[in-house]
């Protein structure tokens, strides 16, 4: 039996997911859920839903998938659900019409701990930035941004082995029991409600574009290992090896003497390929060059002579 608030939740990637699936484990009262119109992907452009979709049809859950909106049929629709509450997991900017719906508001899950890092793409950039610590936060969504009072926050170190792939999945999980935490707390009517400090000094998440990975070889070698961490698996940093764009997925710092020029790259053909960054060379251990599927770097040079 179902309990509690009316809950509408909205999401769309697999990191959205272990989220839904938490309140419905925990029987609250998830009357439907919104989530992106189905896409065409891979090779034969087969229309292909979202992972929260396919997990809220398992379940049997009411799915909603609007193209605009704003669009007064879905809005009907939305109103006609009597939500308490929505919660937003890995969605896209709702308009005020949507989330100020609900009699208690609607909050959203942050990958970060906030005021840090707003934006699209927290856990890349905390990574990227050489950060020791980040976490997830829920808050009530407003008009600006990434801005609401904050309900809850958990921490969660990045560790020096970490890329931005093993940080998603931790917080994957950290973030579902927080959702779920929050939602308890809202039904039992007492929940904190933090201002954001805005005396912080803020690093920003932007969206993450191809440009946005090219590799500069002229910062030192510790900037650039944190950048491959910091985009690895996905969208992944990149250079250009013999003409051919390259995707870097993993790198080690090596402290030798040799000299060279910033983006030069020595190579035995067997065992190591080293790029020079500003200060330092830089190892390649993992990599996909163009048309070629990924491979360790000694599994490459058997096959790619540079």
Known sequence: MSKGLRIIFMGTPDFAVPSLRSLVENKSNVVAVITV????????????????????QEQGIPVLQPEKLKDPVFLEELK?????????????????????????????????????????????????????????????????????KIIFKEKEPIHPDDDAGSVYE????????????????????????????????????????????????????VEIHNFVRGLSPYPAAWTTLNGLSCKIFKTG?????????????????????????????????ILQLEGKKRMEIGDFLRGAKL
């Open 80 to 148: 006609s659900y009597r939500a308490d509450l929505q919660v937003v997991v890995a969605f896209r900017m709702l308009p005020e019409v949507v989330w100020a719906m609900p009699t208690h508001g609607t909050f959203n899950l942050h990958g970060s701990l906030l005021p840090q890092y707003r934006g699209a793409a927290p856990i890349n950039w905390a990574v990227i930035n050489g950060d020791t610590e980040t976490g997830v936060t829920t808050f009530f969504i407003e008009k600006e941004i990434d801005t609401g």
């Open 170 to 221: 931790r917080l994957m999980l950290k973030g579902a029991a927080l959702v779920v935490k929050t939602v308890e707390a809202i039904e039992n009517g007492s929940y904190p409600q933090d201002d954001q400090d805005e005396s912080a000094v803020l690093k920003p998440a932007p969206k993450i574009f191809r440009e946005t990975c090219e590799i500069n070889w002229n910062k030192t070698a």
């Open 37 to 56: 119109p189905d896409k065409p992907a891979g090779r034969g452009q087969k229309q292909t839903s979202s992972p929260v979709k396919i997990y809220a």
């Open 253 to 285: 710092v090596v402290n030798n003497e040799e000299t060279g020029q910033p983006g030069e790259y020595k190579t035995d053909n067997k065992t190591f390929l080293r790029f020079k960054t500003s200060d330092a060379w830089l190892s390649v251990e």
